[in-house]
């Protein structure tokens, strides 16, 4: 059986975030999800594949997931990795590379380690490389699992090197996103001593103050933390319970809490029925039913013999296949030869977003004249 860390690099944001939190979560059965199964095929085929680039001898992972995208996908993750190779040697440097490298980190946070994807060292120079699969944006800036790993990198391998700097990338495929940041290795050490250790010693003990807020997303407990509850109704009945109208200023202020309380119901809502349904749990006011179903047919062949017995022949419809599946059938190379002057993609529909997000800004002159006709 695979043993899990009570305090998981992956997890960190929201342990330091809210520190008691791993504690509560830890009385959660984890759940496996799809998500979750594709990312690990995902690392599994990027692990061959960079092992393969530096010429170790290794077998190719085979899984239901693998897809095209995968396949391109992690093919520029270890061309990324070969990349960074280089120009450890342009700095003079002989680099040292280390993939899917377990890394202990107890000497900051309590009975802790974690796997590294990547590890690059050389000369003065650590890098840390993360891939993510997913398409939950997330940035190298302050990206504690990074910190976390190089520390850990720096306790087992520091011996061997002087490194001076620290560099930490997020490579994330499905978002084009690649993310790096750098940190002296003084830097480093003086957040893991005035804040990663004082709150690690909280977590482990299950103390501290309860802190809802984005990092409550992969929190096994957030369906019914007290916590996160208690913030969202509070949002609700001060802000929504104002009447008559709500001002400028206000709307401000909600909109960027709309999401989280949009998916604290949704959790929630989705815990209550998964009770009924899987516990046998009746809750006061509700009952199961069954839901809205649509027809379909039960055999399509017979069906087709059938009506064509009774003379009706005009029963097939003939059209394209999907673009990404016919992107897939003929290769995204060929695609683009034979089928690229042919495709478009229209503007996206205008959605309100974060001053984060990297997104050029929209003016009001474009959404008229591109959405108007809409």
Known sequence: MKKHALLTASGSKRWLSCPPSARLEATFAEKETTAAAEGTAAHALAEYKVKRALRYFCKRPVSEYEDEFMDIATDDYAAFILE????????????????????????????SFGTADC????????????????????EAEGNSQLRLYSLGALQQFGCLYDVKKVL?????????????????????????????????????????????????????????????????????REEFGLPPLLTDEEVETLLPRLPDIVKWAN???AYALDAAVNQGKQWNGFKLVEGRSIRKYADEEAVARAAEACGYKDIYQKKLINLGDL????????????????????????????????????TITNVKEEFTEE
């Not at 084009?176 to 010693?201: D, F, G, H, I």
């Not at 992107?327 to 996206?348: C, N, S, T, Y």
């Not at 001053?355 to 050029?360: E, F, I, Q, T, W």
């Open 84 to 111: 960074q190779m280089a120009e450890f040697r342009k700095a003079g440097a002989d680099p040292t590379v280390m993939i899917e490298t377990r890394l202990d980190f107890s000497d900051y946070v309590p009975e």
């Open 119 to 138: 590890i690059i060292i050389g000369g003065d120079c650590l890098h840390i490389i993360d891939l993510k699969f997913g398409g939950q944006i997330v």
């Open 168 to 236: 930490m990338t997020i490579f994330q495929p499905r978002r084009e996103n690649v993310s790096t940041v750098a940190m002296t290795v003084e830097e480093l050490m003086a957040w893991a001593e005035t804040e990663l250790r004082p709150k690690a010693k909280l977590a482990f003990a299950g103390e501290g103050e309860y802190l809802p807020g984005e990092w409550c997303m992969f929190c096994r407990a957030a369906d019914k933390c007290r916590a996160r509850a208690e913030a969202n109704l509070k949002v609700a």
């Open 267 to 269: 959790d929630l809502q």
């Open 327 to 362: 992107e897939k059938l003929m290769g995204k190379k060929k695609f683009q030869e034979v089928l690229g002057a042919f495709i478009v993609k229209p503007p996206g529909k205008p959605t309100l977003v974060p001053l984060s997000d990297k997104r050029p800004a929209l």
